[in-house]
């Protein structure tokens, strides 16, 4: 059967951002299936509402391992349409939560997987501050209130909830491992693919050694992959069809 990326976007992102789109239509035209996939994290702040009511999410809301039932409905989904192989992939902090999915539930019809301009798998310093603040309007009722903005730091400064905050203690034991629990990615045992733009600009950030680290982590791979590519900045702006040949070949090769 044909086989199927699934792209998970990244933070502050959505499915239809205007690059993924132009990615998923130079995969497509190249004769590969792709989906681009909202998860509950999408935007800055979203309204949800289901069976169980209404609550907020988006990025400055959400909750890291409810990524596990975000990206299980999408391979759920997949394999109802009668795809049978998957090629997970993940761009920025949607990356930590494909390979955080793959440490917890090895799917075994996803191919390999691949970690797209992401430095959410290596450890940044929580703020001892920071979390005495979250612990404080946590206590006083007050979780869901955003902290101090440039609280989440990067390229685009921004914030979270209190409740989101101290959250990322468990997000790091996830993510980067504690005592004898090995880092996500270690717990991974299919092919890896990982990958920066050469344009990608991350004060204090060599993409160089983000990708050594991931070769060091990834011990349980199948088999372990990492490229600069030419011409790329983070959203990929004008080298989309680049990107679309990488996934193509990927694809070819798991």
Known sequence: GQALVIWMHG?????????????GRDVAQRGLAFLSAETRGHDFGVWLRGRGGTRLAGSAWEIFSECLADIGGWLAAARAWGYQDVVLAG??????????????????DVRGI???????LVRDPLDP?????????????RGQD????????????????????????RVHRDLYGFGDVPPALARVTCPVLAWFGD?????????????????????????VETRLLRGANYLYTGAQALVARELVRWVGRV
Not at 11 to 23: K, N, Q, R, V
Not at 129 to 141: C, F, N, V
Not at 201 to 223: C, H, I, S, W, Y
């Open 199 to 223: 344009r990608e600009t991350k004060e204090g950030r060599d993409p160089e050694v983000f990708l050594a680290t991931m070769r060091r982590n990834a011990t349980q791979a199948a088999f």
């Open 91 to 108: 761009h920025g902090y949607g990356a930590a939560k494909v390979v955080f999915h793959m440490a917890e539930r090895r799917e075994p």
């Open 146 to 169: 955003l902290m101090p903005w440039g609280t989440r730091p990067g390229s685009l400064q921004s914030t979270v909830s209190a409740q989101v905050y101290l959250s990322r203690a």
């Open 114 to 120: 691949v970690i797209a301009s992401s430095g959410s």
């Open 11 to 23: 933070l502050h992102l959505g499915f239809a951002s205007a690059e993924y789109c132009a990615i």
């Open 129 to 141: 501050d920071r979390l005495a603040q979250a612990e404080a309007m946590l206590a006083d009722g």
